[in-house]
Structures are given as structure tokens and as C-alpha cells.
């Protein structure tokens, strides 16, 4: 369990066409297990990057991040991608769900090729049932609305049991309602199941009912504050 995450001075610069891109600078950041952190910031302001960098789905130009004082990214490719599986789930935008895949079948799929301790398809559908689709285990993607769709990614994130749930724009492709039903199910599992939620968003309204609130803009923190946690 990664009890605390510290970003020191990270910067991330991407060159591209003899184009330097300064996506995030000089990051300085704690994460502590529990909270629930929203960022928040209008397009390009660096939020899609920085939860990247945190995930150790990319790795940070300068600075480093270290997780209970052990900075993964020096470990071999393996290593890294063991300590992503055991501890850190993602959710985005776009749902990810291969189409020929029951949603049963689409949770179980980070599970292919790993070997542990518990019954893969008791576990998938127990998180199935958490996140309200139970009924819903043999149903394809078509089949589903979009509300639901993002229920079985949620439900996929969490099926290895990660300390550290990374969402980016959850809400971003679902109306105003069903926006709140995900929003409030990922509070419901910061609070009943103990994981940390980072949870990135363009929308001020839900963003103010998270502990905490980073506000960014043109790669830097502009505030980091505690919220109002409805």
C-alpha cells in the first residue's frame, strides 16, 4: 500500500516539429492516501499530463515523484508496469472498452496473465455488483448507455484493488446527471473503500465537492486548497 506520493520539482517538455512544449513546470506536490483531490483547469493546462506522470505512465523530464520515498521510474519496465498493476487504477475520458467483450469479460481483461491470489471472475463480479451493474455481466458494450458503460471502466479500474484510483475527465462524454452518479460513486469508494482519488476536470462544480482542490494553468499550480467534500 503507497501511503504518500511526493512530486518534486517535476517538469515535463515534449519537442516535436522543432517545437518545445512545456506541458507541466516545476510540479511540487503531496499526495497522502485517503484524499480525495480534484485538478482542475481549462484545456492544455498541464492536468492530463501531470495524473500521467503520477500513474508512471510517462516519466517526467526533470524532477522526480517518489511513492513511500522509492522513486519507481528508475526500476526496470516490468517493475514499473508490477507496481502500476498492484497499486494504481486509471478511468478515462473515453471508456476503453473493447467491443466484442462481454462487461464481465471487459473488468477481467487487466487480469489477463497475471497471477493472484483470488478468484479472478468472483472478484469481477463483485466489483460489477459495487458499481450497480450486476444484471449487467453478459451485456456487451452496444448494449449499455453511456452512464453505464463508464460504471464497467470504473469497475475495471478497481478489480486489482488499487490504493490510488487516476481519473481523467470521467464525466467528460455523460450529461449533467449522469456525471453526478459517477462522481458519487467514486466518492463512495474514496470513502467506504479507503482509495485515493486524484480526479481530473474542467468542471468547477465537482470539483468543489472534493477534500481537496488544484487549481492549473499553462503547466503550473495556480492554488492547491481544501474543498467544501459533499
Same mark, same amino acid.
Given at each position: 500500500m503507497v501511503k504518500e506520493i511526493i512530486c518534486t520539482n517535476i517538469s515535463k517538455t515534449y519537442i516535436g516539429d522543432g517545437v518545445?512544449?512545456?506541458?507541466?513546470?516545476?510540479?511540487?506536490?503531496? @499526495?497522502? !492516501?485517503?484524499? =480525495?483531490?480534484?485538478?482542475?483547469?481549462?484545456?492544455?493546462s498541464g492536468k492530463s499530463t501531470l495524473l500521467s506522470l503520477i500513474g508512471t505512465l510517462d516519466k517526467p523530464s526533470e524532477g522526480q515523484i517518489l511513492y513511500d520515498d522509492k522513486d519507481i521510474m528508475k526500476q526496470s519496465k516490468r517493475k514499473i508496469a508490477d507496481f502500476r @498493476?498492484? !497499486?494504481?487504477? =486509471?478511468i478515462f475520458q473515453q471508456f476503453h472498452l473493447l467491443p466484442t467483450l462481454t462487461a464481465l469479460e471487459n473488468v477481467l481483461t487487466p487480469l489477463f496473465g497475471r497471477k493472484v491470489n483470488y478468484s479472478k471472475q468472483k472478484?469481477?463480479?463483485?466489483?460489477?455488483?459495487?458499481v450497480g451493474l450486476i444484471n449487467k455481466l453478459n451485456a456487451l458494450p452496444s448494449q449499455l448507455s453511456g452512464g453505464q458503460q463508464q460504471r464497467v471502466a470504473i469497475?475495471?479500474?478497481?478489480?486489482?484493488?488499487?490504493?490510488?484510483?487516476?481519473?481523467?475527465?470521467?464525466?467528460?462524454?455523460?450529461?449533467?446527471?449522469t456525471g453526478d452518479k459517477i462522481f458519487s460513486l467514486l466518492k463512495q469508494l474514496n470513502e467506504e473503500e479507503g482509495c485515493s482519488v486524484l480526479y481530473v476536470t474542467h468542471d468547477s462544480t465537482l470539483a468543489h465537492k472534493?477534500?481537496?482542490i488544484i487549481s492549473m494553468q499553462d503547466g503550473?499550480?495556480?492554488e492547491d486548497k481544501e474543498g467544501v467534500a459533499l
Open positions: 518545445t512544449t512545456h506541458a507541466v513546470k516545476n510540479i511540487h506536490l503531496s @499526495f497522502k !492516501k485517503g484524499e =480525495f483531490t480534484s485538478i482542475i483547469g481549462p484545456s492544455g @498493476f498492484e !497499486k494504481i487504477g =486509471f472478484r469481477a463480479k463483485e466489483v460489477l455488483e459495487q469497475a475495471r479500474a478497481i478489480v486489482h484493488k488499487p490504493s490510488w484510483l487516476l481519473a481523467d475527465e470521467p464525466t467528460g462524454n455523460l450529461d449533467t446527471e472534493a477534500n481537496r503550473i499550480i495556480l
